[in-house]
């Protein structure tokens, strides 16, 4: 079977649904939020239940960026430990960014309760599994750092993880039972539903074209109208488009692609992840995988889609497939699909102060939690005048030199690492994370 490559698996299995006309007036508003993904859509419902009169612009639809595109794992914390938060934002406001994102999947989930958003979701857990022996160092560490701050966390023995994975490609594990799987482009839109229902209005097919700073606040442009409001929150991340009198902050791009199976046979489904917690590796190259609701595997990896090389993922993603479950090394793929992670060079996100308004940027590949609380804590700022309910201390500025060099830098890795997987005959053990 040929994969589709039309649409990603999330677009097909969506349930959720959100009619929003695109901006056609010129009107005003309290705040302003450009961008319908997790951080845009979590902020404007936020806003919204505290009583502001909330306009909403996405370019094209809810979800349509990383936030649609994404595995879907609803994890606890940032990709770094909390000692290397700490030593970038310092202990204080490092403790308290991490106790926040402690708290991000029972708030995500909290979420999908309240508004009854039909986006598959399971919280048994997640898995961070070692990719090879030399990969149990990485998650020892973690262990260390995240049980002394009192996560949950449990460090797995290779023959534990095994069992929870149904691979025996895996080294051990560390497990957090905070964590889960969504359908990611579901949460979005039923986020943008939510939001609806509370009273904020919402336009899709809304580019924002010019933005200007005025006396009192913000005008905002499109194609259609213009809105003028006091308070602005720009939360397009990873992908921003031209702007007149707005430069979007640079931040290192990354893509990662993935592919969904067709649904596993019952007896496999039993086998592999049998508890359905979403798992990804310690590989320098990170893999991630997981199931879905209709039991199909979703596997992806680093890398591009979109330029002459992608024979070379694709390949290594049939072969990744074969080694972790041999089972598995014929079954066909439904769909493939890439998306973009906005990465900052310390793996930190960030909130820029633009004067009665805030940019938020930077999740790194953990979008779902932190934008769902740094949507929600930047509309409180927002609407109560009080910045000390920001997650992270803004900043004034930022600069980052050679924003796409580095980008390139991870894609050629990811295809280097791909191709002599393929040249050797299987995955490869890279240096740890």
Known sequence: MTPDRSRSLWQ??????????????????????????????????????????????????????????????????????????????????????????????????????????????????????????????????????????????????????????????????????????????????????????????????????????????????????????????????????????????????????????????????GRILPQAEGCWDTGLIMSSWRRDRAGRLIIGGMGDLSHPARSVHTNWLRRKLAVMFPALADHPFEAEWVGKIAMTTEHIPKIIDLGQGFACFGYSGRGIGPGTVFGRRMAEALMHGDRSLLPIPVSDDHRLSFAGVRGAYYETGATLVHLLAGRVGQTPTPTDQ
């Open 12 to 269: 097909a299995t969506c349930r959720e649904n959100l009619d929003a006309a695109a901006l056609h007036d010129d009107v005003s508003a309290d705040l302003v939020v450009v961008g319908g993904g997790y951080t845009g859509c979590s902020a404007a419902l936020r806003a919204a239940e505290l009583g502001a009169d909330v306009r909403l612009l996405e370019a094209e639809t809810f979800g349509a960026g990383g936030s649609g595109r994404n595995v879907g794992l609803v994890n606890a914390g940032l990709w770094l430990p909390p000692k290397k938060i700490n030593s970038v934002l310092g202990e204080a406001n490092g403790a308290r960014l991490s106790t926040l994102l402690a708290a991000a999947p029972a708030a995500v989930f909290e979420l999908i309760k309240t508004h009854q958003i039909d986006c598959e979701p399971v919280q048994t857990g997640t898995l961070h599994c070692a990719h090879a022996r030399s990969g149990l160092k990485d998650l020892r560490k973690r262990h260390q750092q995240l049980t002394a701050i009192g996560a949950p966390v449990t460090l797995l023995s290779r023959g534990d993880a095994i069992a929870r994975v149904g691979s025996d490609a895996v080294y051990g594990a560390l497990f957090d039972p905070r964590a889960g799987t969504i359908q990611p482009l579901a949460y979005a839109i039923g986020l943008a539903r939510a939001a609806a229902s509370q009273g904020a209005r919402l336009h899709a097919s809304s580019p924002v074209v010019g933005l200007t700073r005025e006396t009192d606040g913000w005008r905002v442009s499109t194609p259609g109208g213009t809105v003028r409001a006091r308070h602005l929150i720009m939360a397009t991340n990873a992908y921003p488009l031209p702007i007149t009198g707005y430069t979007a902050p640079a931040t290192i791009p990354v893509s990662y692609f993935q592919a969904a199976t067709a649904p596993l046979p019952a007896d496999l489904a």
